[in-house]
Nanobody, 113 residues
Framework: QLQASGGGLVQAGESLRPSCATS????????MAWHRRAPGKQREMIAQ???????GYADSVKGRFTISRDSAKNTMYLQMNNLEPDDTAVYYC?????????WGQGTLVTVSS
């Protein structure tokens, strides 16, 4: 239901912009979010965007990452700037839809020092 892409291998200080596409039915009725799971750590939510565009961020990414949504493309983005090695993780997109939700398959981001 959710298709994530845009991960990759970058050096510290560089940028990436993963995306997450879904159907109009899901996208238009869902709070969308990005989560990540770093090696040896639990999954954490790092950014969320409401249907009305309000956003929220984890302290670990605030000021460096920007979440956005494009209703014309039914796609959510995560602009990640000034990446750090600690940002290395599998990034998952999530749609809070009704009483449940959907998860993307994950996209790997690796940041080398």
């Amino acid at each position: 239901q959710l298709q994530a892409s845009g991960g990759g291998l970058v050096q510290a200080g560089e940028s990436l912009r993963p995306s997450c596409a879904t159907s109009n039915q899901i996208f238009s009725q869902s709070i969308m979010a990005w989560h990540r799971r770093a090696p040896g750590k639990q999954r954490e939510m790092i950014a969320q965007i409401n249907i009305d565009g309000r956003t929220g961020y984890a302290d670990s990414v605030k000021g460096r990452f920007t979440i956005s949504r494009d209703s014309a493309k039914n796609t959510m983005y995560l602009q990640m700037n000034n990446l750090e090695p600690d940002d290395t993780a599998v990034y998952y997109c999530n749609a809070k839809y009704g009483l449940g939700g959907f998860w993307g398959q994950g996209t790997l981001v690796t940041v080398s020092s």
